[in-house]
T-cell receptor, first 113, second 116 residues
Framework: DAGVIQSPRHEVTEMGQEVTLRCKPI?????LFWYRQTMMRGLELLIY????????DSGMPEDRFSAKMPNASFSTLKIQPSEPRDSAVYFC???????????FGPGTRLTVL | AQTVTQSQPEMSVQEAETVTLSCTYD???????LFWYKQPPSRQMILVIR??????QNATENRFSVNFQKAAKSFSLKISDSQLGDAAMYFC?????????????FGTGTLLAVQP
């Protein structure tokens, strides 16, 4: 069975540009999580969805960040406009049941110049 | 606030030897899960082992085992017969079962080097 799939694996963009990160959770999983990993702040939860509905977005840093989950097999995290301080590795994770073990995707390394 | 502390930023072990990584956490909850994740240079976060707080028996997965001390809020990871492929960053994580938010709280990680 395929794990969590994220695309792109690497993204380099210029400040002010829109960035869209994509995630396909494990088939059958009904909860999806977006994390950001930086040297300064470590791993932090940005937002999570349960049955496609956003449950907790308190970790979203500011209005420049938005996330959607239009169906059970796809989610996006959008940054508009991007800034250099958004440079990080962004992980998507999914679970079967929101309290179960989270399985992570390979991450997207974002660099904003 | 719930916190997870990994006091060893770096550790080193000889191949085939045993190493223990430390983790402590702070919580007022009685029911929760604890995890160890491994992050190799590929940066993929890989689940190593999971422990439910209500279980007294320590979890074991092949060469990986934990020492869970609930009263002391301690959750260490023991890696036996270390292999070169075990070299990675290891993160301890806490998850409150039935909490208001389903948030994995991570420690700062321990970078493990395995010497041949």
């Amino acid at each position: 069975d395929a794990g969590v799939i994220q695309s792109p694996r690497h993204e380099v963009t210029e400040m002010g540009q829109e960035v869209t990160l994509r995630c396909k959770p494990i088939s059958g999983h009904n909860s999806l999580f977006w994390y950001r990993q930086t040297m300064m702040r470590g791993l932090e939860l940005l937002i999570y969805f349960n049955n496609n509905v956003p449950i907790d977005d308190s970790g979203m840093p500011e209005d420049r960040f938005s996330a959607k989950m239009p169906n059970a097999s796809f989610s996006t995290l959008k940054i508009q406009p991007s800034e250099p301080r958004d440079s990080a590795v962004y992980f998507c994770a999914s679970t079967l049941g929101s309290t179960d073990t989270q399985y992570f995707g390979p991450g997207t390394r974002l660099t904003v110049l | 606030a719930q916190t997870v502390t990994q006091s060893q930023p770096e550790m080193s072990v000889q191949e085939a030897e045993t190493v223990t990584l430390s983790c402590t956490y702070d919580t007022s909850e009685s029911d929760y899960y604890l995890f160890w994740y491994k992050q190799p240079p590929s940066r993929q976060m890989i689940l190593v082992i999971r422990q439910e707080a209500y279980k007294q028996q320590n979890a074991t997965e092949n060469r990986f085992s934990v020492n869970f001390q609930k009263a002391a809020k301690s959750f260490s990871l023991k890696i036996s017969d270390s292999q070169l492929g075990d070299a990675a960053m290891y993160f301890c994580a806490y998850f409150p079962y039935g909490g208001a938010t389903n948030k994995l709280i991570f420690g700062t990680g321990t970078l493990l080097a395995v010497q041949p």
